[in-house]
């Protein structure tokens, strides 16, 4: 990412491109393109306002026709905005927050936000697992029985888990190991016929091996888009 940041940000500086007047725009949009896919702060900002700088200012107005302006139409205008804000809106956005609130596979549409903030440029492969255990799903994944957590502290033993949990990190909430550990255990052959006798053992790896195509799916498209969005600024 460096490497590609670095030779694109010296194609198009300005001082190398003198007869195009969008060279210093252009400069600005690689700047923050790698800025966004670099720093925790410009990420969140762009998340959450679509600039890598943060919140923006802008004014809104309404414009009404002359004739509900005049004195007599003021109560009728009053009524009609307050039907307007207090039922019309919300309702139109209550539907609209459920209709779409599934994504690819019927997961939750919240786990872009999720994947998004975790892509970075220095990923490494055995970081998949524990980005999948944040997932939204899985977040609610918890230990039912004494027997499940033997199970999973036996497998939580194994190395390759233990490279898969990922380091708590300030201020964000702890990471579900079990996860990490049926769907580790599921790939490298830890799990025993006999763990599988548990229900919710089967139960839950049922889930997560239903959910992972949609996850790595949300993830792939993630990561396109913040990599389009590096190119084109």
């Given at each position: 990412?460096?490497?590609?940041?670095?030779?694109?940000?010296?194609?198009?500086?300005?001082?190398?491109?003198?007869?195009?007047?969008?060279?210093?725009?252009?400069?600005?949009?690689?700047?923050?393109?790698?800025?966004?896919?670099?720093?925790?702060?410009?990420?969140?900002?762009?998340?959450?306002?679509?600039?890598?700088?943060?919140?923006?200012?802008?004014?809104?107005?309404?414009?009404?026709?002359?004739?509900?302006?005049?004195?007599?139409?003021?109560?009728?205008?009053?009524?009609?905005?307050?039907?307007?804000?207090?039922?019309?809106?919300?309702?139109?956005?209550?539907?609209?927050?459920?209709?779409?609130?599934?994504?690819?596979?019927?997961?939750?549409?919240?786990?872009?936000?999720?994947?998004?903030?975790?892509?970075?440029?220095?990923?490494?492969?055995?970081?998949?697992?524990?980005?999948?255990?944040?997932?939204?799903?899985?977040?609610?994944?918890?230990?039912?029985?004494?027997?499940?957590?033997?199970?999973?502290?036996?497998?939580?033993?194994?190395?390759?888990?233990?490279?898969?949990?990922?380091?708590?990190?300030?201020?964000?909430?702890?990471?579900?190991?079990?996860?990490?550990?049926?769907?580790?255990?599921?790939?490298y052959g830890l799990l025993k016929d006999e763990d599988m006798d548990l229900e919710g053992i089967k139960q839950d790896l049922e889930d997560i091996l239903r959910s992972i195509p949609s996850y790595m799916?949300?993830?792939?498209?993630?990561?396109?888009?913040?990599?389009?969005?590096?190119?084109?600024?």
């Amino acid at each position: 990412m460096k490497k590609a940041y670095r030779k694109l940000s010296r194609e198009k500086h300005p001082d190398k491109n003198p007869d195009n007047p969008e060279a210093v725009n252009e400069f600005i949009q690689i700047t923050k393109a790698y800025t966004i896919m670099t720093d925790e702060k410009a990420r969140d900002n762009f998340l959450k306002y679509g600039n890598p700088d943060g919140k923006g200012s802008m004014a809104v107005g309404i414009a009404l026709p002359n004739f509900l302006q005049k004195k007599e139409y003021q109560l009728h205008v009053l009524i009609a905005f307050f039907v307007l804000i207090t039922f019309v809106i919300p309702g139109y956005f209550w539907n609209t927050i459920q209709a779409n609130s599934k994504d690819v596979g019927g997961v939750a549409v919240d786990n872009r936000k999720v994947f998004t903030e975790l892509i970075n440029e220095n990923m490494l492969g055995k970081q998949i697992p524990g980005m999948f255990a944040q997932a939204v799903e899985f977040s609610a994944m918890k230990v039912r029985s004494k027997d499940e957590l033997a199970i999973l502290s036996r497998i939580k033993m194994n190395d390759n888990v233990k490279e898969a949990i990922p380091k708590q990190k300030p201020g964000r909430a702890p990471v579900q190991v079990k996860p990490i550990c049926l769907l580790m255990g599921y790939m490298y052959g830890l799990l025993k016929d006999e763990d599988m006798d548990l229900e919710g053992i089967k139960q839950d790896l049922e889930d997560i091996l239903r959910s992972i195509p949609s996850y790595m799916d949300i993830m792939l498209s993630q990561t396109m888009m913040l990599s389009q969005a590096f190119k084109m600024g």
